[in-house]
């Protein structure tokens, strides 16, 4: 992504949507998305100080709010730090903007919507947040399209090597296209104070306790 990505209307609205979910996050909400929501009831009544949130940041708002526990588990499990805490908080606020469209705003691709988030934190977080936020949200990318338990090998079941995704009805969906270049999270590109976990990923220990069943 170019660094001179321009902010458009939208990028200007995951941003205010980002600084609601940083600074509920501030406020102590953690897992509990009641306190996300208050504030956006706050954010919603307009005053001389403050300009009107766009409607598609409170769409976006409501939106982490309602799917927090999964948008939460998503960055927890692809992160690889021990716990969400961890993660610088500027970061995590535009990851769960991010995952949130992933999830949900079928209109944008997951491209775009890693795009827009890197610029964000370009903008505002330090030097290795770009990296380190490409790195978890590409991961997130492939799992949602591609989820560990898809990816079997025709002929006998087991996990395919090229990640290829079966549907129901066996045939292999094409793989997605990123004009970046893969990445992992590399322990110098993680916030202050996050460190790695060590052991198998999530999609490893899923399709172990697959096999055996």
């Known amino acids: 992504m170019s660094k001179q990505h321009r902010f458009t209307s939208r990028t200007k609205a995951r941003k205010r949507a980002a600084d609601v979910v940083y600074e509920a996050d ?6 509990n ?25 409170i769409q976006i708002i409501g939106g982490v709010a309602d799917n927090l526990r999964r948008v939460d588990s998503l ?12 993660i610088a908080a500027v970061d995590l606020a535009v990851m769960r903007v991010a ?21 964000i934190v370009r903008s505002i977080s330090t030097d290795t ?11 997130i990318r ?19 090597s090229d990640g290829d995704c079966r549907g129901e009805e066996g045939a292999v969906e094409p ?5 970046r270049p893969v990445q992992e999270a590399p322990a110098r590109s993680l916030p202050a104070g996050a460190t790695p976990l060590n052991g198998v990923s999530v999609e490893d220990e899923l399709d172990e306790l697959l096999q055996e069943y």
Do not use: Y
Not at 33 to 57: G, N, W
């Open 33 to 57: 998305p009641d306190v996300l929501r208050d504030l956006l009831r706050e954010r919603r009544v307009v005053t001389a100080a403050q300009t009107p949130l766009p409607e598609f940041s």
């Open 129 to 139: 947040s770009p990296s380190f936020v490409n790195a978890v949200l590409d991961a």
């Open 142 to 160: 492939k799992d949602l399209a591609c989820p560990a338990w898809s990816r079997r090998d025709a002929s006998d079941g087991a996990t395919s």
């Open 26 to 31: 501030q406020r102590g909400m953690g897992s």
């Open 175 to 179: 793989a997605r296209t990123d004009p």
């Open 75 to 86: 960055i927890s499990a692809h992160a690889r730090v021990p716990g969400l805490d961890r």
């Open 99 to 119: 995952v949130w469209e992933m999830l949900e705003n079928e209109e944008v691709s997951p491209i775009i919507v890693i795009d827009e988030a890197i610029s």
